[in-house]
């Protein structure tokens, strides 16, 4: 789905908010089969002896989930979310059962000097739980485009 939103319609302290994804452990399972095959992430009895004490989705997941939310209801972008560098945390682990969402907020905003069409915008996600607890902090650079200019007749 084609967002709305240009550089020029974004300012520091914007914020947004996605809808949200329920997990459960089979695709906590299915995930981790296809891309972190780690007992904590495969099998809920093995995972109740290691540092997670009980079965957690993997970061990549997570991090998954909330690009999937961001494109479809949590970051507008006219062009789509496309990433240019940033840093992730997952201070919390991802449970079978949480319900999670993106908050989303606007850092910073620079036009590119030398790609007049697009600029830098800075923006920190959090990826929270029904509880409201932050399972995942993400602060990302993204190449947004300006909005294109009015054609003449």
């Known amino acids: 789905m084609a967002g709305t939103l240009y550089l020029e319609d974004l300012s520091p302290g914007d914020r947004f ?84 969402h993106v908050e989303s907020e606007v850092l910073e905003v620079t036009p590119s000097r030398s790609r007049p069409e697009r600029g830098m915008v800075v923006v920190r996600s959090e990826t929270r739980n029904q509880h409201g607890e932050v399972l995942q902090r993400l602060t990302t650079k993204l190449v947004v485009s300006r909005r294109p200019a009015a054609k003449e007749a």
């Open 17 to 100: 908010t996605s809808g949200e994804h329920a997990l459960d452990a089979a695709q906590i399972v299915e995930f981790a089969q296809r891309f972190d095959p780690q007992p904590f992430h495969l099998d809920e009895e093995a995972a109740k002896s290691t540092f997670f004490q009980g079965l957690a989705a993997s970061g990549w997941h997570t991090a998954s989930i909330t690009m999937r939310l961001l494109t479809q209801s949590g970051l507008p972008l006219a062009e789509g979310v496309i990433g240019s560098g940033g840093e992730i945390q997952w201070p919390r682990p991802t449970r079978p059962g949480d319900v999670l």
